[in-house]
């Protein structure tokens, strides 16, 4: 049986007017699970190629340093500067909001726990998407529209070894090492401000970090760190490497990848939450 296709089906058009209305509204429906579907199937296939070019050392070896570089070294005073203020912001609202005779000590494992286990990851991972991954999706759009890439398949160079396994692999090393940089940036911002602006003391911040901690704080905060990571380098990637229509195209691709990979962050955010939050306390 053969079933129409959208070149087959007749125009809205040609329908009585009263029927338009809701076939255009069903095509519409059709027409966007269709494409959900479809851009489903694009990241799978998209997912394969990467697996398929890992094979091929010899191509992304060299440029996976230098985008080591520019993804983790290039993004460190950005990274640094927004934990500063994260720390410091996070301080001060853990104090002022605490009931008075409440022991001091908690400020240190409130903020211990906001940052490492939430904020830290997650605001890293959410300012280098604006940084690193527009930079990623605009890079290879850009070489797409320009048939740049046409030209690597035409000296044999596979394209996905070459564009996207490199940005792939140094996002996994460097986030996570930036998230660290940020956490520990960020607890001793929020050292610094308890000191000076507040009555909480050394004693008790130092106190309240040590309490209830457990190194599985940490492998948490990194495995958040990776699987933001991937979000990002993945989503901008594919987002570049698929862009149409000249440079409208480009900034449309860009726009794109940022949104898809903020809320992508923010589903891996909650799925990690929910699997592991019960293995966090001591």
């Given at each position: 049986m053969k079933f129409p296709t959208g070149t087959?089906?007749?125009?809205?058009?040609?329908?009585?007017?009263?029927?338009?209305?809701?076939i255009r509204f069903f095509r519409q429906v059709n027409r966007s699970i269709v494409g959900v579907?479809?851009?489903?199937?694009?990241?799978?296939?998209?997912?394969?190629?990467?697996?398929?070019?890992?094979?091929?050392?010899?191509?992304?070896?060299?440029?996976?340093?230098?985008?080591?570089?520019?993804?983790?070294?290039?993004?460190?005073?950005?990274?640094?500067?927004?934990?500063?203020?994260?720390?410091?912001?996070?301080?001060?609202?853990?104090?002022?909001q605490l009931f008075g005779g409440v022991q001091l000590s908690v400020v240190g494992l409130i903020t211990r726990q906001s940052i490492i286990l939430e904020l830290g990851p997650l605001l890293t991972a959410l300012v280098l998407t604006g940084r690193v991954g527009a930079r990623m999706t605009a890079e290879i759009g850009t070489m797409r529209?320009?048939?740049?890439?046409?030209?690597?398949?035409?000296?044999?160079?596979?394209?996905i070894a070459y564009l996207t396994v490199p940005r792939i692999l140094a996002a996994l090393v460097m986030v996570p090492a930036?998230?660290?940089?940020?956490?520990?940036?960020?607890?001793?911002?929020?050292?610094?401000?308890?000191?000076?602006?507040?009555?909480?003391t050394s004693r008790d911040y130092l106190e309240g970090l040590k309490?209830?901690?457990?190194?599985?704080?940490?492998?948490?905060?990194?495995i958040k760190a990776i699987s933001f990571a991937f979000a990002i380098s993945f989503v901008c990637s594919y987002e570049g490497y698929v862009t149409?229509?000249?440079a409208e195209g480009v900034g449309r691709s860009t726009a794109r990848a940022v949104v898809f990979s903020s809320v992508t962050i923010l589903v891996f955010d909650l799925l990690i939450a929910a699997y592991l939050a019960q293995y966090i306390q001591a």
């Open positions: 087959d089906a007749r125009a809205t058009s040609t329908f009585p007017v009263v029927q338009r209305t809701g579907f479809r851009g489903i199937g694009m990241r799978a296939y998209y997912f394969r190629d990467i697996g398929r070019a890992l094979a091929d050392p010899g191509t992304y070896v060299i440029e996976t340093i230098r985008q080591l570089r520019r993804i983790g070294v290039d993004s460190l005073p950005l990274t640094i500067i927004v934990a500063a203020f994260l720390g410091a912001v996070t301080a001060f609202q853990t104090r002022y529209v320009t048939e740049q890439i046409d030209a690597l398949e035409t000296l044999s160079y596979d394209p930036l998230v660290i940089f940020a956490n520990f940036t960020a607890l001793l911002s929020a050292y610094a401000t308890l000191l000076v602006a507040t009555d909480v309490l209830a901690f457990t190194p599985f704080q940490i492998v948490y905060s990194l149409e229509a000249g």
